[in-house]
């Protein structure tokens, strides 16, 4: 069983710098990266041996204040902070991840507009004509994750790529929340840890973040440059997620989005 809780405040203690909570650095009499186990507890008022329990696994539900007073330590942000209070409760069932057919009939009504559905795992499980056009990691049944961090060709088609793998790293952790020991993700992170040394960085680092959405820049071969808003929008009563990319009307990328999309059509 996954020490869920435990693992995560220790990578959290390990990246808070002392200074960053007003303790002296000690210079080179420090043997542990960031907070020791004693300062984060007398920092969040709670006892060193508590406090060992939660991190050794032998307490998983602790207070939502106590939560809260580790979380302030830890300076962590809104999306971390509801991370945490997710670890100390128990797992509860995931809703459906079948695409309802309304979500189909809408991308598909959509011909200029790239669309696509994906699951937690970030596998696309729907997606439209000209989601294709755009790329073929937007084809159904690919995994983005594995794509984006396997297959060379995709840091030349996102300028950003360091940008990119950190997000979708982070929006997976944040996305299983406690259900970490569920067999897909398992399978999932195993893989990427064995074949991407990055990814093994990024997922010890327990980085969460919300799915939003924001600017993308593509390479695209034909294309050239796309600079696309991608709206990330969560389906209800579902755990699936419909991301939309659109240009800028009247500017470069949507001339370019357009031709792109009218040549896949021919």
Request: net charge neutral; with cysteine; charged share 25%.
């Amino acid at each position: 069983m996954t020490n869920r809780l435990g693992d995560y405040l220790r990578a959290r203690r390990e990246q808070v710098r002392p200074a960053d909570v007003g303790l002296p650095a000690g210079g080179g009499r420090r043997r542990v990266q960031g907070l020791r186990r004693e300062e984060l507890a007398l920092l969040a008022g709670i006892s060193s041996d508590y406090y060992m329990r939660l991190e050794q696994g032998r307490d998983q539900h602790p207070s939502g204040q106590v939560l809260d007073a580790l979380a302030a330590v830890l300076r962590l942000d809104p999306a971390a902070t509801a991370y945490l209070h997710e670890l100390a409760r128990p797992v509860v069932p995931r809703a459906s991840e079948r695409v309802p057919a309304s979500i189909l009939q809408l991308i598909d009504s959509w011909p200029a507009t790239p669309a696509y559905v994906q699951d937690r795992l970030s596998n696309v499980v729907a997606a439209n004509r000209a989601a294709n056009a755009l790329g073929s990691c937007y084809a159904v049944g690919v995994n983005l994750l594995r794509t984006v961090f396997l297959d060379p060709a995709e840091r030349e088609f996102r300028p950003e790529w360091d940008e990119t793998v950190a997000e979708g790293v982070a929006i997976l952790r944040a996305s299983f929340g406690a259900d970490l020991d569920n067999p897909d993700l398992v399978e999932l992170v195993d893989d990427l840890s064995a074949r991407s040394a990055r990814f093994r960085e990024l997922w010890a680092l327990h980085d969460v973040k919300a799915r939003a959405g924001h600017t993308i820049h593509f390479t695209h071969p034909i294309a050239g440059r796309l600079e696309l808003h991608s709206e990330k929008l969560p389906i209800a009563s579902t755990a699936l997620t419909l991301v939309v990319f659109h240009a800028e009307a009247g500017t470069a990328s949507a001339d370019a989005l357009q031709r792109l999309v009218a040549r896949e059509r021919v």
